[in-house]
């Protein structure tokens, strides 16, 4: 008996390390190829740990382009949608967890489908829309932008976690005289602050990670985001892989950390929101 | 799941007018609904119009309907065929190993052990990342002179020379799956790890005590008992694999000539380089067609009523 455990574990610890190794060796290889030198970068065999570490690239992408200025509209852009699709979705998820109402599962559809077809569809109208309401070239459109796509999934999660906290609790604060409102402020909401965060760093990585919207409303230089600035790193014939590689890491370190932390809190939201039966 | 069942009490439950109650539901999802249907529905819907059209930016003045010769024209072009044939290849071969892989990481991290949460968040990372950043890395990877998956295929000893992975047709299709399947396994490892976290252990209890082994478990119960889940996964994520054209656009850009196009970055070539709105929107139209036809297949195959409750 205990032979036969010992093996399920041996198994279980090989396939979960050689996952890890697949996991993470592009991630690793992309970040040590961002330390080496420029003439180490096609040198043959090649060296799996770089023989000379270098921050060139990273000071060249501040040098040539304007990476400073990437960075900073992406972080207001994807925490200002991030803010404004969880506000929102807080409202509607909380709705849809605790009433029961005419058209609620029409509703839900609704955002159900924007999940499913190729929203690449209405890209040019939304190109002309932008342009009537004179946002082309300006971080609002993408704000406005994100938010929208990012509501009808938000909603989902929010959800979720609202159907998680027995409704017994905000109607015990309604008695003791709150309006809805308040208790849903004072009571439920610092209750699910995990779920809150784990929603809204959901919102920020895909906001920060948005390229063709932001390629389709944006080319001036002091409004692009950095997949739209990487983007424009990629020439006809070639790629200079230091900047490319120093300008990946730089793009993923945010993400990452955000990630890492609400990891946890996302697979509880999908365990009680998207994925029931 | 859809009523919240209430624990009884005594206390009597506050009461609202049905009028105040009406308004309080209408005002919370109406800023939700209003962003949805301006900025989604609105333009989806112009942009089925514009598929009837001849819209293009290089002369908008002289824009009016002209039948189905978008989709037409569209359809006679090699380059369709072709994005339609990878389309299937590109779903089906990203598909599989994903959810098999996906699948068996999860049942691996179901129970808890010492380091799980590290171990988590380390592998869950793709998910993080845009299609367009693990492109370019793989773009890179897979470099042809010195590209660190043909050394380390060379030092395994699998291959003798180097392959031209981007300048091969083929092995450019089997490199966009590769990468695709890198990272779309978190993703189902994601939902299928939650879903059986909801599984209640009693249900294995019993059936241990009823003799039954791994796989009996296995394919009794847990299976049947995440199904919906798998099903709503495997056809958001199908959806998504054909919808979604950034990990290809930034690896290959659908080349070698063209090899390596699916409908949507073929749609999206024509939409940013060549400004044919109205045959990217003819695209789109077929691409939808196709997913429509698709999912009522879909559903109706695995006599699953439940996916518009996601």
Same mark, same amino acid.
């Given at each position: 008996m205990?032979?036969?455990?010992?093996w399920?574990?041996?198994?279980k610890?090989i396939f979960?390390? /050689?996952f890890?190794v697949?996991t993470?060796?592009?991630?690793?290889?992309?970040?040590?190829?961002?330390?080496?030198p420029?003439?180490?970068?096609?040198t043959?065999?090649?060296?799996?740990?770089?023989?000379?570490i270098t921050?060139?690239h990273?000071?060249d992408?501040?040098?040539?382009s304007?990476f400073g200025i990437?960075?900073?509209?992406?972080?207001?852009?994807?925490?200002?949608?991030?803010v404004?699709?969880l506000?929102?979705a807080?409202?509607?998820?909380y709705v /849809?967890?605790?009433?029961?109402f +005419?058209? $609620?599962s029409?509703?839900?559809?609704?955002? =159900?489908?924007?999940?499913?077809?190729?929203?690449f569809?209405g890209?040019?109208?939304?190109y002309?829309l932008m342009?009537?309401l004179?946002?082309l070239?300006?971080?609002?459109?993408?704000?406005?932008?994100y938010?929208?796509m990012m509501?009808?999934?938000?909603?989902?999660?929010?959800?979720?976690?609202?159907?998680?906290?027995p409704?017994?609790?905000?109607?015990a604060?309604?008695?003791?005289?709150?309006?809805r409102?308040t208790?849903?402020? +004072?009571?439920?909401?610092p209750?699910?602050l995990?779920g809150?965060?784990?929603?809204?760093?959901?919102a920020?990585?895909?906001?920060w990670?948005e390229?063709f919207l932001?390629?389709?409303?944006?080319d $001036?230089e002091?409004?692009?985001t950095i997949?739209v600035?990487?983007n424009s790193?990629?020439t $006809?014939?070639?790629?200079d892989?230091g900047?490319?590689s120093?300008a990946t890491?730089?793009?993923?370190?945010?993400t990452?950390i955000?990630?890492? =932390?609400?990891?946890?809190?996302?697979?509880?939201g999908?365990?009680q929101?998207?994925v029931?039966? | 799941?859809?009523?919240q *069942?209430?624990?009884?009490?005594?206390?009597?439950?506050? *009461?609202?007018?049905?009028?105040?109650h009406?308004?309080?539901i #209408?005002?919370?999802l109406?800023?939700?609904?209003?962003?949805?249907?301006?900025f989604?529905?609105?333009?989806?819907f112009?942009g089925v119009i514009m598929?009837f059209?001849?819209y293009?930016?290089?002369d908008?003045?002289n824009?009016?309907?002209?039948g189905?010769d978008?989709?037409?024209?569209?359809?006679?072009?090699?380059g369709?065929?072709?994005?339609l044939?990878?389309?299937?290849?590109?779903?089906f071969f990203?598909?599989i190993?994903?959810f098999?892989?996906?699948?068996g990481?999860?049942?691996?991290?179901?129970?808890?052990?010492?380091?799980?949460g590290?171990?988590q968040?380390?592998?869950f990372?793709?998910?993080?990342m845009?299609?367009?950043?693990?492109?370019l890395i793989?773009?890179?990877?897979l470099n042809?002179?010195?590209g660190?998956?043909?050394d380390?295929?060379?030092k395994a000893g699998?291959?003798?020379t180097g392959i031209?992975?981007?300048?091969?047709?083929t092995?450019?299709m089997?490199?966009?799956?590769?990468a695709?399947v890198?990272?779309?396994?978190?993703?189902?490892?994601?939902m299928?790890?939650?879903?059986?976290?909801?599984i209640?252990?009693?249900l294995?209890?019993?059936a241990?005590?009823?003799g039954a082994?791994?796989f009996q478990?296995?394919f009794?119960? *847990?299976i049947?008992y995440?199904?919906?889940?798998?099903?709503? *996964?495997?056809?958001l994520r199908?959806?998504?694999?054909?919808n979604?054209?950034d990990?290809i656009?930034?690896?290959?850009?659908g080349g070698?000539?063209?090899s390596t196009?699916?409908?949507?970055?073929?749609m999206?070539?024509?939409?940013?380089?060549?400004?044919n709105?109205?045959?990217a929107?003819?695209?789109?139209?077929?691409?939808? #067609?196709?997913?429509?036809? #698709?999912?009522?297949?879909?559903?109706l195959?695995?006599k699953?009523?439940?996916a518009?409750?996601?």
């Amino acid at each position: 008996m205990t032979r036969l455990i010992n093996w399920k574990q041996l198994f279980k610890v090989i396939f979960l390390s /050689l996952f890890l190794v697949f996991t993470v060796f592009p991630l690793y290889w992309i970040f040590i190829t961002s330390l080496k030198p420029g003439k180490d970068m096609f040198t043959f065999p090649i060296h799996y740990w770089p023989e000379t570490i270098t921050f060139e690239h990273y000071i060249d992408i501040f040098k040539i382009s304007n990476f400073g200025i990437y960075i900073t509209n992406s972080l207001i852009l994807s925490v200002v949608a991030g803010v404004f699709s969880l506000l929102i979705a807080m409202l509607s998820g909380y709705v /849809l967890a605790r009433f029961e109402f +005419k058209g $609620k599962s029409q509703v839900i559809f609704a955002f =159900f489908i924007t999940q499913m077809i190729p929203l690449f569809i209405g890209l040019a109208p939304l190109y002309l829309l932008m342009s009537k309401l004179q946002l082309l070239n300006k971080l609002p459109s993408l704000m406005l932008m994100y938010t929208v796509m990012m509501v009808p999934f938000c909603t989902v999660i929010m959800k979720g976690f609202f159907e998680r906290i027995p409704s017994t609790l905000e109607e015990a604060a309604m008695i003791d005289g709150c309006s809805r409102l308040t208790a849903l402020f +004072k009571v439920i909401i610092p209750v699910m602050l995990p779920g809150i965060a784990a929603t809204f760093i959901f919102a920020f990585v895909q906001c920060w990670n948005e390229l063709f919207l932001a390629i389709m409303f944006i080319d $001036k230089e002091e409004a692009k985001t950095i997949p739209v600035a990487m983007n424009s790193f990629i020439t $006809k014939y070639d790629i200079d892989w230091g900047s490319m590689s120093a300008a990946t890491v730089l793009s993923v370190i945010p993400t990452l950390i955000l990630f890492a =932390f609400a990891q946890k809190y996302i697979v509880e939201g999908m365990t009680q929101g998207s994925v029931k039966g | 799941m859809k009523t919240q *069942t209430e624990p009884v009490t005594n206390r009597s439950l506050p *009461t609202f007018s049905i009028s105040k109650h009406g308004l309080f539901i #209408f005002l919370s999802l109406l800023p939700a609904l209003l962003l949805v249907a301006i900025f989604i529905y609105y333009p989806l819907f112009k942009g089925v119009i514009m598929a009837f059209q001849n819209y293009s930016l290089f002369d908008l003045t002289n824009i009016e309907f002209i039948g189905f010769d978008n989709f037409k024209a569209v359809m006679a072009e090699a380059g369709f065929k072709e994005s339609l044939v990878n389309s299937f290849y590109w779903v089906f071969f990203s598909l599989i190993p994903q959810f098999v892989i996906g699948f068996g990481v999860a049942l691996l991290l179901r129970r808890k052990f010492r380091g799980r949460g590290v171990y988590q968040a380390f592998i869950f990372f793709p998910w993080a990342m845009s299609g367009f950043l693990i492109g370019l890395i793989w773009r890179w990877m897979l470099n042809g002179q010195s590209g660190v998956i043909n050394d380390l295929l060379l030092k395994a000893g699998i291959i003798d020379t180097g392959i031209p992975f981007l300048a091969d047709p083929t092995w450019a299709m089997v490199s966009v799956i590769v990468a695709n399947v890198w990272y779309g396994i978190t993703f189902f490892a994601i939902m299928i790890l939650a879903a059986l976290q909801s599984i209640p252990d009693e249900l294995f209890e019993a059936a241990k005590i009823d003799g039954a082994n791994y796989f009996q478990q296995l394919f009794k119960i *847990t299976i049947p008992y995440i199904l919906p889940t798998l099903i709503v *996964t495997t056809l958001l994520r199908i959806i998504w694999i054909l919808n979604f054209p950034d990990l290809i656009y930034s690896l290959t850009n659908g080349g070698p000539a063209g090899s390596t196009h699916i409908l949507s970055t073929f749609m999206l070539e024509k939409l940013i380089m060549g400004q044919n709105y109205g045959q990217a929107a003819a695209i789109g139209v077929i691409m939808i #067609f196709l997913l429509l036809c #698709f999912s009522i297949f879909y559903v109706l195959a695995t006599k699953f009523n439940k996916a518009g409750d996601f």
